[in-house]
């Protein structure tokens, strides 16, 4: 190595390091909101069983909830991937103000009895479901999983009974769970693998 070559090596091998620890607090983070937004809706789902009314109110709540942490996701995937903030920001903004409008349209409906507040209940799950699964298609995996639980989650207390909804949704969430920590293994995985090729590359460089 030539005397006036800087050795880079080691400033790499501490970037290195510094990322992987901030991907692994990024990991856990995902991980937790990923399982408050199944237990949510498990209590949404409790409500809207239990209750006459329906879970009207607590499905608007959880549509904000969802609708930022889907902002918090961007705003992560933006300042690692290098993207610009707002571009990718804005898209989400635009997605979840849309799904509150509709929900903003059920609360007419509602109120000038077009529909029941029960029946608005029912719709604004499958408007809350569609929606995830629309973020799950065009923004985050993630939300592919929770789509497809609330949508089996609306199927079922339409049309089952309590305990039966109970049966079928405890194994759904532990399933979607399972296929989380499954999917989220396999990337690490592979961003282990391709940290390890660069960092072989540039020793080789510097040698």
Request: charge should be positive; hydrophobic fraction near 50%; proline fraction near 1%.
């Amino acid at each position: 190595m030539n005397e006036n070559e800087v050795p880079t090596s080691g400033i790499d091998d501490n970037a290195t390091e510094s990322n992987s620890a901030g991907g692994g607090k990024h990991s856990h983070i995902r991980m937790w909101l990923f399982c408050s937004m199944l237990v949510l809706a498990l209590v949404g789902m409790g409500l809207t069983m239990s209750t006459e009314k329906g879970g009207w109110e607590f499905w608007v709540g959880l549509l904000t909830f969802y609708g930022c942490v889907s902002v918090f996701w961007a705003w992560q995937r933006a300042r690692r991937t290098g993207d610009p903030v707002w571009r990718m920001v804005r898209k989400q903004v635009y997605h979840w103000s849309s799904v509150l409008l509709i929900f903003a349209i059920l609360v007419v409906f509602e109120r000038t009895e077009i529909i029941s507040r029960e029946a608005a209940s029912d719709v604004a799950l499958l408007v809350l479901a569609m929606a995830c699964l629309l973020a799950g298609v065009h923004f985050e995996w993630t939300f592919l999983l929770i789509g497809i639980i609330l949508t089996v989650m609306a199927i079922s207390v339409g049309y089952l009974e309590q305990y039966v909804v109970w049966l079928i949704m405890l194994p759904s969430i532990a399933a979607a769970v399972w296929v989380y920590f499954q999917v989220h293994k396999r990337r690490a995985g592979k961003r282990g693998q391709s940290k390890s090729t660069a960092t072989t590359a540039r020793s080789h460089d510097a040698t």
